[in-house]
């Protein structure tokens, strides 16, 4: 996932979750500032396809470069025969606040809750298998009531994985999608009250 924005004056480009190609589909190759993984598998933690020399993080805690604030949350994924570890970010950039879930695959905990705060933009998985499926997907956007979700972490076409497509959740979450090729807001855009889902296209 590519985030573009602003952090003292200047222009900066954030790379969330990095992923591996796989035959299916190929990681785009571009230039970013700050690049977080959420495990430090490669998977999700394709470092070599970001150009430049960003800042990366891979572990929780706070960090601060070029006026944009991240937090890293520790937590561990229970799918699978082995836990493994799943960092949730927060990031605030020009007054938005943006939280990445990485491959979460439960609903939040009560600290984990007041941890990330209040969210405007949330990066959701929504596929099953070894994150959240439709109905988990349901109650953590409920749980962080943000104004804009992205579902990530379901199959698209042409892509051979377990993961479901995005179908059960647009279903029965209630909510108007959309489909964007790209997302651009700003702190005024978030000020309705309804929460949208943006689909964005690959």
Avoid: W
């Avoid at 003292?8 to 190759?29: C, H, T, Y």
């Avoid at 749980?143 to 993961?163: D, F, S």
């Amino acid at each position: 996932m590519k985030i573009q924005t602003k952090g003292q004056g200047e222009d900066l480009v954030i790379a969330l979750d990095p992923f591996a190609d796989d035959g299916s589909f190929k990681m785009p190759r571009f230039q970013a500032d700050i690049v977080t993984a959420s495990s430090n598998h490669e998977e999700h933690a394709n470092f070599g396809a970001i150009r430049g020399e960003p800042f990366a993080i891979v572990h929780p805690g706070e960090y601060e470069t070029k006026g944009i604030f991240i937090y890293g949350l520790a937590g561990l994924n229970s799918s699978g025969k082995e836990k493994t570890q799943n960092t949730i970010y927060k990031i605030i950039a020009e007054e938005i606040s943006i939280a990445h879930l990485g491959r979460l695959d439960k609903t939040l905990t009560d600290e984990q809750i007041d941890q990330l705060g209040n969210i405007d933009i949330l990066f959701l998985p929504v596929g099953g298998n070894d994150v959240l499926d439709d109905k988990k997907a349901i109650e953590v956007a409920s749980q962080l009531e943000p104004r804009v979700i992205i579902p990530i972490h379901y199959k698209i076409n042409g892509q051979k994985t377990a993961l479901a497509d995005a179908g059960n959740y647009l279903k029965h979450c209630g909510l108007k999608s959309e489909t964007q090729e790209k997302l651009r807001v700003t702190k005024k855009d978030l000020i309705a009250e309804d929460t949208r889902v943006i689909i964005l296209t690959v």
